[in-house]
């Protein structure tokens, strides 16, 4: 399923859905927060006929023709209209690419051996490398990200990566989320080991390295599109500032975010650099 647009009105949705039901397509409405209802289109086929199709109708919701296509389907469904609330796992694919998924999936498993009682050879097989030999397992530069040592821990990091790496990757590709993750899983690996230690795991600084992107593209080169509300911005900077204040105890990768989050500032300012050049 993919997502069209969400309205503040049920039944200038419900026209539009029976207006696209009049040319054989079939879309569904579901309810959101804040007194929304989005339209999802069920075949991604006729995606690109349906955009212009919904920009028409946006621009002139009050034209005959929807009234008409209204009337004309009537028949066929009931005088009430059903909120169908699509599947989670339909949303969820909805908004990101196969390689956020794919991290997502690998981190959700890895945390689940980990509650099975494999915390010990989870660790050793994950960690950054700190040890003789280590150094030669490329993978443990990359590979503590994945590693969650608490339910709150994977959800909030799960939910921020997909959020905003997906967001990246329905943008800019697969290629480049991963870009990102690479680099930023070295820098703020490496910056949380020799300050602190190797004792430490999770999408955080990746996170970080995301929000930075977003952050920073937004400023540097708005015409791409990258954005990113200002309120995710604030609480991401006070969670940072929260973390190495410690007020409540809790042990944070603080060196991690930081360095992450320099990491995704700096990409973001290499590729503005880099397409401004590109067009001149």
Not at 17 to 42: C, H, K, Q
Not at 247 to 269: R, W
Request: net charge positive; glycine share 8%; charged share 10%.
């Amino acid at each position: 399923m993919y997502r069209l647009a969400g309205l503040n009105n049920p039944r200038q949705a419900q026209a539009f859905i029976d207006y696209m039901a009049s040319r054989g397509i079939n879309l569904t409405m579901a309810p959101e927060p804040e007194g929304m209802f989005a339209i999802w289109l069920n075949d991604a086929q006729h995606l690109i006929e349906v955009q212009a199709e919904l920009n028409m109708f946006l621009a002139n919701p009050g034209d005959s023709k929807y009234l008409a296509a209204s009337w004309q389907v009537a028949e066929t469904r009931t005088a009430k209209i059903h909120y169908r609330s699509p599947n989670l796992l339909a949303i969820i694919k909805a908004k990101a690419g196969p390689f956020c998924l794919s991290v997502m999936v690998v981190a959700i498993a890895i945390y689940a051996l980990w509650l099975f009682g494999l915390q010990q050879p989870v660790f050793n097989w994950l960690h950054f490398p700190f040890m003789d030999g280590d150094q030669w397992q490329i993978w443990r530069f990359f590979s503590h990200a994945l590693l969650h040592f608490s339910t709150v821990h994977i959800v909030f990091n799960c939910l921020w990566w997909w959020l905003l790496g997906g967001q990246l990757e329905r943008h800019s590709g697969s290629s480049k989320l991963m870009q990102v993750f690479l680099i930023s899983a070295l820098i703020s690996g490496f910056a949380q080991f020799w300050l602190h230690g190797p004792n430490f795991g999770g999408l955080s600084g990746v996170v970080y390295a995301l929000m930075g992107y977003f952050w920073w593209m937004g400023w540097l080169a708005p015409e791409r599109g990258l954005t990113i509300p200002k309120s995710y911005v604030a609480f991401m900077l006070i969670w940072l500032v929260l973390g190495f204040a410690q007020p409540l105890g809790v042990n944070m990768a603080n060196m991690a975010h930081l360095f992450g989050l320099i990491s995704g500032c700096g990409l973001a300012l290499l590729d503005a650099k880099g397409r401004r050049q590109s067009i001149s």
